[in-house]
């Protein structure tokens, strides 16, 4: 019998099977996995391929730290498998691996919640890897292609599950895992979900410690930090390069107060979670409040399933409380309780998308309807009363939604017209109200078998199977071959690429807004000025605001550069793609075109690596950032003084690029000031003939650093700032983790 229970895990597992199957590359929204995924594990690659540590990645904003910026989880151990196949493959490979991971983890959390070690997929463990597996909030993320989101989500009901058991049994090989499951989540690349994950294991650990008197021990609470402490060294390799470099990133441009708020959803969105479709579904064309984010789906009979629990199983109303913080916090700045919570909560003023609160929620949701099963399959009945209650209530609610729904007025209309096509609207009226009669027909049946207790062992399954049905609904639309495109459409052609490297050499090259090319450059060693990315140096963002003629302390993650402005020229870039029928850069000339691109050449740009003509100093970087438009081109800004002549001739022989170094053979017959128009950033030094050099900063981004007379070899090479102790500590805290495993006895498994 449990090898066919154990048949469920690839049950749960065909969604995230089908992207690889069918035809074309899955890159659902259009957004994420195209811009940023896709092209920038492909950089990734590169990097690699060249024999250098992905340390730092030159093809995109004129340089920006790629270890540091978590995101493409470089240090993640199951990215190192997938990164050996190419990029649309792997991450394909990626989601089968942590589908899988995600259910088996569920199904260990399920019976961790009833005080069992166990794996095995019955009822309740089926129920709540359902709700884990094919919620809104873990497919909305794969549908936008927020790859770290769902790798480090994976691993939420692994810590969850090992933290239940730590608090009651404090084993020392199950508070190894605990540790190692914090650890590999973090090093997955996504802290918020670490943050919320953590969130979810306090809730948890606290429900637990009030409702059970066995948990309160010393013991278990020092054991538990423990663990906690532990993890952080087990991912200092990532953790200590990027709090190194988080002074210098442009996050420290975002107002505190705000950014926690950024993006907040009204409530009406939280209609979702009965209803997936109650904004139009799954389009490549987000509302106004994000479809994926907002997404918090969870089915009407898992609702019911929940609802029974809270109000039946003894001592886990707590537990709902939670889940109404968390839905709370959910929709920011359009209720109360976030505003109230910044500067109490430690941490909350960190992240954006308060709709991201969902996922603890969810998760909550989904032992809790695990639990409701379990319950009402060992007899446990609604008192009549209260079952009628509830029934009319829900009733009543879902009547009165359905008859506010309308395609010309009230709230519903003025939330979805920026998505849906006004001749489309009828049809997505009357599908929402389709879906909702059958929820309302769901909670009907739940309620009814629920007073039926000769029912309740053998409709178990029935339960679980309807739970099933509603997620593979809601899962199906986002899998549509309309998300799937052709794999030549997320590259660049062979003979695009080759192109662009013949013309553009090592200068650099802008991209048009509208193609969202700004990260490809990196597939193919061409370096671009724009790019998508979230970990940027604080000044580079300020520079592309100037160029861009923004406001000039916006933070931004999506930095193009298809704007007219003489920084472009600054910051060395000879060449613009653009579609062919977008307009031209002012005085830029089309040299070349292909398909339904074109390449312009830009008439004044200065040169990546060249000596500077004229010389005035200026400490202030933000003064020289706003004085660059108003100077000559042949004027270069510099922090300090250097050694310079500005007379003679100076020559640059011969330069090569790599990730994190640079090699430039110069001549110069006097003291010159050598500029590589590339960004200055902690850990970058310079040799001058194998000797230390000085760098400072020009025109308020770039490195700068002087030559003597003569001929020279200039080498720059980059190292992270942390990694080396970052290195030391992770080893040695995994060292330890193995021998501490050796040492630990065997734990037994619990029975209930």
Request: aromatic fraction near 10%; hydrophobic fraction near 50%; charged fraction near 15%.
């Amino acid at each position: 019998m449990a090898s066919i229970r154990w048949v469920w895990v690839l049950v749960l597992a065909l969604p995230f099977v089908l992207p690889a199957v069918i035809d074309g590359v899955f890159v659902g929204n259009g957004t994420d996995l195209f811009s940023y995924q896709l092209p920038m594990r492909r950089a990734l690659q590169e990097v690699l391929s060249g024999g250098e540590l992905p340390t730092w990645n030159p093809w995109v904003l004129a340089g920006v730290p790629m270890l540091a910026g978590m995101q493409l989880g470089v240090l993640y151990p199951p990215n190192w498998l997938t990164g050996l196949l190419p990029p649309e493959y792997g991450l394909e490979l990626s989601l089968i691996l942590h589908g899988l991971w995600i259910v088996v983890g569920a199904a260990f959390v399920s019976h961790a919640i009833r005080q069992r070690l166990s794996f095995e997929i019955d009822a309740p463990a089926l129920v709540t890897a359902v709700i884990f597996a094919m919620s809104g909030q873990l497919w909305g993320h794969i549908f936008a292609g927020h790859v770290s989101y769902w790798q480090a989500w994976s691993w939420a009901p692994w810590v969850w599950g090992f933290a239940l058991h730590v608090q009651l049994k404090t084993t020392g090989r199950l508070s190894l895992l605990l540790a190692a499951s914090i650890g590999l989540q973090v090093l997955a690349g996504h802290p918020q979900v670490s943050y919320l994950t953590a969130m979810g294991t306090i809730a948890l650990l606290s429900w637990r410690w009030w409702a059970t008197p066995a948990s309160r021990t010393g013991k278990s609470i020092l054991v538990l930090v423990v663990a906690a402490l532990g993890a952080v060294g087990l991912a200092a390799i990532q953790l200590f390069p990027t709090l190194e470099l988080a002074p210098d990133l442009n996050r420290s441009l975002a107002n505190a107060s705000k950014i926690p708020l950024a993006f907040s959803a009204p409530p009406q969105t939280l209609l979702t979670s009965l209803a997936w479709d109650a904004f139009g579904g799954p389009s490549p064309r987000l509302t106004s409040f994000s479809y994926h984010e907002t997404q918090a789906f969870i089915g009407a009979t898992a609702s019911v399933l929940a609802l029974f629990a809270f109000v039946t199983v003894p001592r886990l109303w707590p537990l709902a409380l939670f889940v109404i913080l968390f839905g709370a916090l959910s929709v920011g700045s359009n209720g109360p309780t976030m505003p109230a919570l910044l500067g109490v909560l430690p941490g909350l003023e960190l992240f954006r998308v308060p709709a991201r609160w969902l996922l603890p929620a969810t998760g909550l949701i989904a032992l809790a309807a695990g639990q409701g099963l379990h319950h009402w399959g060992q007899g446990h009945l609604l008192r009549r009363r209260l079952m009628l209650a509830i029934a009319l209530g829900t009733s009543c609610a879902l009547i009165a939604l359905m008859m506010t729904i309308d395609p010309e007025t009230g709230w519903w209309r003025e939330l979805i017209r920026k998505s849906v096509k006004s001749s489309s609207l009828s049809d997505v009226v009357d599908g929402l109200r389709t879906h909702l009669w059958i929820c309302l027909l769901a909670i009907i049946a739940c309620g009814v078998m629920m007073r039926r207790k000769r029912w309740a062992t053998q409709t178990q399954w029935i339960f679980a199977l309807v739970v099933l049905a509603e997620g593979a609904w809601f899962c199906a639309p986002h899998l549509d071959q309309r998300f799937h495109w052709p794999r030549e459409r997320v590259d660049w052609s062979a003979g695009l690429a080759q192109s662009l490297q013949e013309q553009t050499g090592n200068e650099r090259l802008a991209t048009s807004p509208r193609l969202r090319h700004a990260n490809w450059g990196g597939a193919h060693r061409v370096a671009i000025a724009g790019g998508y990315e979230t970990a940027v140096p604080m000044w580079t963002n300020l520079y592309l605001n100037r160029a861009r003629k923004r406001p000039g302390r916006r933070y931004a993650v999506n930095l193009q550069t298809g704007y007219d402005s003489r920084l472009l020229d600054r910051l060395a870039v000879h060449h613009y793609l653009r579609r062919v029928r977008d307009k031209k850069l002012r005085g830029w000339r089309q040299v070349a075109s292909a398909g339904v691109v074109a390449l312009d050449r830009n008439p004044t740009p200065l040169p990546r690596v060249g000596f500077a003509q004229q010389i005035q100093i200026e400490p202030s970087r933000q003064q020289a950032i706003k004085r660059l438009e108003r100077l000559p081109l042949n004027v270069t800004l510099l922090q300090g003084e250097l050694l310079h002549d500005t007379a003679g001739v100076g020559r640059v022989m011969s330069s090569i690029f790599g990730a994190t170094h640079l090699s430039v053979q110069v001549h110069c017959d006097r003291p010159k000031v050598l500029v590589v128009r590339d960004v200055l950033s902690a850990g970058w030094s310079a040799k001058i003939d194998g000797k230390p050099a000085e760098m400072t900063l020009a025109d308020g981004l770039f490195r700068a650093l002087p030559i003597p007379a003569g001929e020279h070899r200039v080498e720059m090479s980059y190292q992270a700032p942390g990694l080396r102790v970052g290195v030391w500590t992770s080893a040695l805290l995994w060292g330890l983790w193995l021998l501490l495993w050796f040492a630990f006895p065997k734990s037994t498994a619990r029975e209930p």
